[in-house]
């Protein structure tokens, strides 16, 4: 059986962008059974799992005494296994992998880089020196990434590994209408949201949050 660390409780803002959501929705979109191991801050302190994962970070994949970490290596591991993530032709693989290496690269740093002020740095004088370059350089980038989307339902011809990475890295901006402001790209996160793989993941990450609620209430 697959098993999926995971955290027992994160602040509302971040719910929805913990990284081992992405892997949930890549094992239901592989028809791939998993369990949760769900992890304190002392959990990811432990020296056993510190072995696993240097970092201390979630998510950690573990398979019949295989151990993965990052996000993105997992995903991929998963995406090997199951041809709905990753084409089987060698050229369709290649494409998917450059669109979800496209995603943590050249997407991913323009949107942490604005999460980060917007939620961290907020009243820093820097951050608000910082701010307009920072948000012109993302409307680029999503302009870009909107430009490829014209006239198409995925990145390719199909849905990929590449579409899952890409779609996660776009909610990271849910809080705010950076997407909204262009219709391909909106269109875009509303198709892979509306997909029931992409349906039952987000639950099962967010039932945990409310199990933990439940929990702290009852105490």
Do not use: N
């Not at 039932?207 to 439940?214: C, K």
């Amino acid at each position: 059986m697959i098993s999926l660390s995971v955290l027992k409780w994160v602040p509302p803002f971040a719910r929805g962008s913990v990284k081992e959501y992405r892997v949930r929705w890549a094992l239901e979109e592989a028809g791939l059974a998993y369990q949760e191991r769900v992890l304190t801050p002392e959990d990811q302190d432990a020296a056993d799992y510190r072995a696993m994962q240097p970092f201390g970070q979630v998510p950690v994949y573990e398979e019949d005494g295989f151990c993965l970490f990052e996000s993105g290596a997992i995903i991929l591991h998963i995406a090997e296994k199951s041809e709905a993530l990753m084409p089987r032709d060698a050229r369709g693989r290649a494409r998917a992998m450059q669109w979800l290496l496209a995603a943590q690269t050249s997407v991913q740093p323009a949107v942490d880089q604005v999460t980060a002020l917007d939620f961290f740095y907020e009243e820093e004088e820097w951050a608000k020196l910082r701010r307009p370059g920072t948000e012109e350089f993302l409307m680029r980038r999503l302009g870009q990434l909107a430009g490829r989307l014209e006239g198409r339902d995925w990145l390719e011809d199909r849905f990929t590994v590449g579409d899952l990475m890409m779609v996660t890295v776009l909610r990271d901006l849910r809080h705010r209408d950076f997407v909204a402001g262009f219709p391909a790209l909106a269109a875009y996160v509303k198709r892979a949201e509306a997909r029931p793989a992409f349906q039952r993941a987000l639950a099962a990450h967010l039932a945990l949050y409310a199990e933990a609620a439940r929990a702290e209430a009852a105490a």
